[in-house]
């Protein structure tokens, strides 16, 4: 049995089965990354429940594993040379779990590249702008008088739905005919922004009808309709 006394976070979330793949996380936009990405490989895994709501990816035991307090993070028992790792951010997570077991990352090298773009551009892009949408139309922020913010990131957003429009010309994914990391990065992003931010008056997603085509399938493979819910809320 695998030893992860070293892992402070697992006093606070004891692992049942410590020889596989602890996910420690919330079924938000970058939540859902991880877990689909799990369902969508077959690798064997235990989830943990981290109520942000409640501060608890502020405790100690969280921050001695993503310093950042944020979800998700991971620690694979068996990680490279057969050593434990602990891992955060959601694109570093899902770069090493398609290297981990050869899925959903193209082997050809310029394609392997390619793909990576796309992840980073998520992570770089389409999470901070759509979340800044988020806050702005849908939480606290909407209660400022002072709509420029609200402006800036809505118009920002729209382009980079437009980014996303012109990629998906001709193509059924990100990449083209395989489902990868990229399109696991991003769908559920943009299905946040729809059903969760109703940001439909602030964004007009009747302009991106392919992307929005393409979330719909990619919210729809079974993978990602059971992550939707892990870990499970209670």
Sequence with gaps: MADLSAFPITKRWPASNPDILQLYSLPTPNGVKVSAMLEEIGLPYEPHLVKIGEDESWTPEFLSL????????????NGPDGK????????????????????????????????????????????????????FYRYAGREWEDKRPL???ATESKRLMG??????????WIMGDEYTIADVATFPWVRNLQMFYEADPVIGFKSFPR????????????????????????
């Design 84 to 135: 434990p790792l602990g891992l955060f951010e959601s694109g570093a997570i899902l770069i090493y779990l398609a290297e981990k077991t050869s899925k959903l990352l193209p082997t050809d090298p310029a394609q392997r590249y390619e793909t990576m773009q796309w992840v980073f551009f998520q992570m770089a892009a389409v999470g901070p702008m759509f979340g800044q949408v988020g806050f």
């Design 151 to 153: 402006n800036r990131y």
């Design 163 to 172: 980014v996303l429009e012109a990629r998906l010309d001709g193509r059924q």
């Design 66 to 77: 993503n310093p950042n307090g944020k979800i998700p993070a991971i620690i694979d028992p």
């Design 211 to 234: 992307t929005m085509e393409w979330m719909r399938r990619a919210s729809e493979r079974p993978a990602s309709v059971k992550a939707f819910d892990i870990p499970a809320r209670g």
